[in-house]
């Protein structure tokens, strides 16, 4: 029998991810009314913006107008990312931004390059000054991202053993700092996953973090992200990054389409946790409901499922 979690967490990125994702710019108040949607769904967990180069990700400028036009739900955190000093600095000034303490390492060297302009082991000095940075702003540190850490559209296969050592690096950086392990994010940023290497590479997480709380950052971009997120529940994972919708997708990654390069669908895996007999505290007719309010926003056909079809609860009543 498979060992099914309870309870799944899912944490929302469709406005970050998703608007980040697009050409179009679009207008910050329908933004607003969509992460005020999303917000009422039961979602615990919804990053709202990037706080980043605005020459690279123009449709992220207005972050900070963004964050401080939405009415916010108390039982929720709105968090941002950023990926330099500036960033983070921008993030912390802003009452309205729940800030999370997070460091990103990279499996593929040259995909690293190229989003941060710096080898993967350059950054990972870097991120020793985020966890003093952290420090001094009493902040702890919750997650650690492994980006592409099942393959690179540009490096190619990225082979266990570097997620390994990426993993050293984590465990290494906890004892000589006294640190609680923090969540280990397996990210699969270009869609190489399938379904045993992410059993393969959550069981390597558990040998060498056998503490850590693991959570899993899918896209769908070949199709197998739903196959991915049933991987993953056999393994009792608890906690995934998602999209309404099924918007997102790196826009470094050299994707051939970026259509079909969005994460996996937050109310098409709620649906399947459901029917799973899986709690995930989300209202699925709020989620879909969003979905479509995002899909008008956007003007064309998005990739979510449940939203075209509805629920199989509805049909049973």
Not at 26 to 39: G, K
Not at 63 to 81: E, G, M, S
Not at 198 to 224: E, F, S
Request: hydrophobic residues 40%; contains cysteine.
């Amino acid at each position: 029998m498979s060992d099914f979690p309870k309870f799944v967490e899912f944490h929302e990125e469709g406005p970050r991810e998703g608007f980040q994702a697009e050409k179009e710019i679009f207008p910050l108040q329908e933004r607003v009314a969509f992460i005020e949607a999303l917000s009422e769904t039961g979602l615990k967990q919804i990053q709202v913006g990037s706080y980043v180069n605005p020459k690279m990700v123009p449709q992220m400028a207005d972050t900070d107008d963004l964050f401080n036009a939405i009415t916010k739900n108390d039982q929720v955190r709105y968090t941002a990312l950023w990926l330099n000093q500036r960033g983070f600095d921008s993030a912390l000034a802003n009452s309205h931004v729940d800030v999370d303490g997070k460091i990103f390492l990279y499996t593929s060297d040259a995909f690293c390059r190229k989003n941060n302009g710096c080898s993967a082991q350059e950054l990972n000095q870097k991120q020793l000054k985020w966890l003093d940075a952290y420090k001094e702003n009493n902040i702890a540190l919750e997650s650690v991202y492994i980006l592409t850490a099942f393959g690179c559209n540009i490096q190619g296969e990225v082979p266990i053993e570097s997620l390994n050592g990426a993993l050293s690096f984590v465990k290494a950086i906890c004892e000589s700092r006294e640190l609680k392990t923090p969540k280990i994010i397996l990210t699969d940023t270009m869609g190489w996953g399938n379904p045993l290497e992410v059993k393969r590479r959550i069981d390597a997480v558990r040998v060498l973090l056998p503490g850590a709380r693991i959570g899993m950052h899918l896209h769908d971009t070949r199709g197998m992200g739903p196959a991915n997120v049933y991987s993953s529940l056999e393994m009792g994972i608890d906690l995934f990054e998602s999209s309404v919708a099924g918007l997102g997708g790196c826009p470094f990654g050299s994707q051939k389409n970026m259509q079909a390069a969005g994460n996996v669908c937050t109310e098409d895996m709620a649906l399947m946790c459901e029917e799973l007999g899986i709690d995930t505290g989300l209202n699925l007719d709020a989620l879909i409901e969003a979905a479509r309010m995002v899909e008008r926003i956007i003007g064309r056909p998005l990739m979510g499922k449940a939203m075209h079809s509805g629920t199989i609860a509805s049909l049973r009543k």
